[in-house]
Structures are given as C-alpha cells and as structure tokens.
C-alpha cells in the first residue's frame, strides 16, 4: 500500500504526466467548500462530476493546491480515498496533509480515470489539470469535464488557430489603444522586439512551445482559469521560454 501511494504520487510529479499506464489518465478535479474535520489528520472533502463520469468507490486520490498568489500554495496536501458516493458527489477522506495549509475550496484532486477514444493531444493534457483558456472577452475556449467525451486533432488544430487568432487581435488592439504600456522582451528569442509586435506576429508554432511551456509547469497554471492572451504575453515578456 504505501509503495503504491509513493509510486502514485512521484507520478503526479512528472511535468506532462508521462503515459506509463496503458488504461488510465491522471485528471484533476476542484473540490467544492464541502469540508468535514473527522479528526486532527482527516478531512472529508467532496467533489461534484457532470453526468457520464464517475469515480469508483475506494479510489486513490491525491490533493494538489493551486496557485493564487504565491507558489507555495501549489503543494500536495495530502491523500486518501473515495469512501462515499452520493449521485454526482464524490467525498474523499483526506489524511497525511505535511503542508501546513489547510485544504480550500479549489485545490485540486488528482485521480486516475479511465482512458477515452479522443486525440490525447496539448488541450487536453491542459484539461487534465483543469487548466481552463478563456478568450479575452473571458468566453471559455472548452471545458475540462466534457472535453474527454469528444477531441479529435482537427478539433484542437482549430482550437489553436482560435488562439492564435485572439492573441493577435489582443496585441493589436493594445498597440493601437494603449503603445506605453508594450514591454521590451529583453532576452530570449525575441530579444530586442516588444510584446505587443510578437503578439501581433503570433502563430501556431508559437503557440505550440507556450502550451508546452504550460504543461512543463503545470502546478502554476492548474485549477486556474486564464485569458489566453494575457498569459502569453507574460510568456513573452520573460523571454518566451522553451521546453528543451
């Protein structure tokens, strides 16, 4: 038992979730503000699922927090086991918290789900951490519950051009709207170029290396729902870093 646990959870550590496992998924679910001290090392938590997916009675689960202000909010909070199931709610005892951060309403329980016949490919890993993709009027891109039911590759080639589509049009509209507030990008590839002008030259590609960028860290992004255009042009900012 506690080799698995411990196999579990330096899983959920590797950046991207490298598919070792023929059959499941690691997914992370929000849990609501459902919280039940048992004891002084156990708590209950609950999550709610949409209809069309559940989670086995006894199944491990693994709490992640998420970032708001601070990174160091986005540590594991401990572990425990699905022991009651009550229509679309899912409650957890939770024990083996070492953070010294109580768990809230947000943080994040990483299960395995079993794997659906969709294109496994970056928005979906993104919706594995619920990372959400608003546009810049803050409309949801997808969403992280049904997205597994159906993604194919031409789903999520058009998804991209819908982002490259929204950071151009952010950029330029900054750079007609308000050019003072452009920032130098002063290392990296784009050394000596601004913000707003590689906004406006954005492209699949670019794209591509920022989700990647994304699910190389997905700890500062997980749980969390963001403007797509407002986080690459952070991306940018700080030099557009690429994974190696």
């Known amino acids: 038992m506690r080799k698995m646990i411990l196999l579990f959870l330096v899983f959920l550590s590797l950046s991207g979730f490298s598919q070792t496992d023929t059959s499941k998924w690691p997914r992370a679910f929000p849990i609501t503000d459902y919280k039940v001290k048992l004891n002084d090392s156990i708590t209950v938590v609950q999550i709610e699922l949409p209809e069309g997916i559940s989670i086995k009675d006894k199944q491990l689960g693994v709490i992640q927090g998420t970032y708001n202000t601070t990174k160091d909010e986005a540590v594991q909070k401990g572990y425990g086991r699905c022991h009651l199931i009550k ?108 913000t707003f002008h590689m906004m406006i030259e954005c492209n699949p590609k670019m794209v591509g290396e920022f989700l990647d960028y994304v699910l190389a860290r997905p700890r500062l992004y997980a749980g969390r729902k963001w403007k797509i255009s407002e986080i690459f042009a952070t991306w940018l900012s700080e030099g557009a870093p690429v994974v190696k």
């Open 87 to 194: 229509g679309n709610y899912y409650y957890f005892t939770i024990g083996n918290n070492t953070s010294g951060l109580e768990l809230k309403k947000g943080d994040l329980l990483y299960t395995f789900m079993d794997k659906t016949a969709i294109y496994y490919g970056r928005i979906p890993q993104l919706a594995a951490h619920f990372i959400e993709l608003l546009t810049v009027y803050e409309n949801s891109l997808y969403d992280p519950y049904t997205l597994f039911n159906q993604w194919e590759r031409s789903t999520e080639l058009s998804l991209v051009d819908s982002l490259v589509a929204d950071i151009q049009f952010t950029g330029n509209y900054f750079m007609q709207q308000n050019p003072a507030s452009d920032i130098m990008i002063m290392k990296g590839d784009y050394k000596g170029k601004t």
